[in-house]
């Protein structure tokens, strides 16, 4: 991991940093693959752009990685159809590279399958300022990228202003220095202070793949009202990427890179994340496999690789991966990891078994007693309240975790303001829990090729609302009435119109 520490001088910068408004945009000298002239383009390019976390008052992680191209490979072969049990044969062999050539046209690399990002060695460095001023300007030094990071660097910036839009600019160059190659544009937001009642607007998502998008190669279709919505900020609530879906099953951190670099070479997607404060929470599909726990693996992965994959290197990195942010006085969010610390699913159900880990859950506990926020909202990668599918053995809503849930459920009924989000489902929903009165949203899947687990109009008595369809959800807190704060909370189809509407306090 390689995370640099940003207070800054201030220093003069040409003024076109600010020049492009909420928008990402990644330049380089030439065009990518497919195109005239691409064997002109100089390396390194920013194809994945940059993307952030862990924003609050003061600080934030900016992530960028340097590529071989600017965009990914649009005209690559596909992965070919095999079935999982071909990762028996793989291993059977012996050799590593099974992994991937068992699942590719003969005589093929991987970096010239479609959606190919591939990485490559350079130099990066961040430029960041107060919006509207760009003579304010704030550099880094020039950091070296590596094969053994997949290229990727982080910076944490610190003592920044309460409730401000800050604009930043990535510069690529070649390892040995030079001109810049490349540059990416973005913007973030830190979070109000703890004594200001802010209007603010927010959004949660969950389960993307490249598979399953619905817009083509352009990326997912939500980023486009998400975009023109423009959030203060938005929460991925897990299942960013599948490993364990074909085209191609990553059963190597090599396959599992590929899958990132993909992802988030979309346009759409890298154009959304480069302009938005975001906070990601990752899930088992994203960690290793399906409903996975520590000590597992898959293919040559461990889940411990795993772990460090995403918390180190593919994402704003945070330790411990759980925390709680103010957005103003009337609004806080709690952010809870959810793979990290639990126990096996299949061991027996008790006061020990958890999902949290005992540290999480005590931080859990006392950060919420705490609080005078007016809405105190808790993003969680799996569901708490529910309802979930009887065979279902992964979450707090199923009763291999009951004693843990029942815990759970009535602690965060007994704080006022408290209301849950989560992702994982498939499906949109509300739901109320009947012994508590708790309050639980399913923001649903983020593609309209997505949808699936739960029978449409199979309707429990927990729910308030259900479509089992693509989308996502928003979040408003509007201007007080009577001197006091509302939230209104909607499920949105994958084109942006809302499908339900909650307002609180009820």
Known sequence: MRITKINGTITQYPPNLSRISGLIICLGYWLAWGYPFAEAEQIPQLGNGLRNGWADQH?????????????????????????????????????????????????????????????????????????????????????????????????????????????????????????????????????????????????????????????????????????????????????????????PWAWTIELMRFKWGRLFSMPRNRAFYASHTTYFIKDDHDTLRNDCWPGQRYGNVSFEQGVQLFNEEQFPSRNPRYHSIAWGKDLSIWLLEGRDYRSPNTAEDGPSKTILGPDQKAWLKASLSASSATFKLVFTPTPIVGPDRPNKKDNHANAVFAHEGAELRSFFASIPGVILFCGDRHWQYASVDEETGLWEFGCGPGSAKHQLGWKVGDERPQHRFLRVAGGYLTGEVMAREDGLPRLRLRHRDVYGSPVSEFVFPQ
Request: net charge negative.
């Open 59 to 247: 600080s934030i992680v900016i992530w960028t990685r340097t590529t071989r191209h600017a965009e990914m490979n649009q005209k690559g072969p596909d992965f070919l159809q095999v079935p999982a049990s071909v990762e028996s044969v793989a291993r059977s062999g012996g050799d590593p590279s099974l992994y991937a050539s068992l699942q590719m046209p003969p005589q093929t690399q991987l970096d010239e399958m479609l959606g190919a990002c591939p990485g490559a060695p350079g130099q990066v460095r961040l430029l960041y300022h107060l919006e509207h001023h760009p003579e304010s300007v704030r550099r880094t030094p020039w950091t070296s990228t590596h094969a053994d990071q997949d290229h990727a660097v982080q910076w944490k910036l610190e003592s920044l202003t309460p409730g401000k839009t800050y604009r930043v600019m990535v510069e690529a160059r070649p390892v040995d220095g030079g001109e810049v190659t490349a540059t990416c544009e973005g913007a973030f937001q830190t979070a109000p202070g703890m004594d200001q009642s802010s209007e603010l607007s927010f959004c949660v998502t969950t389960c993307h793949d490249f598979l399953r998008r619905d817009g083509g190669l352009e990326g997912h279709q939500i980023y486009v009202p998400m975009q023109a919505m423009r959030p203060d900020f938005v929460v991925h609530a897990g299942d960013i990427e599948y490993y364990d879906k074909p085209g």
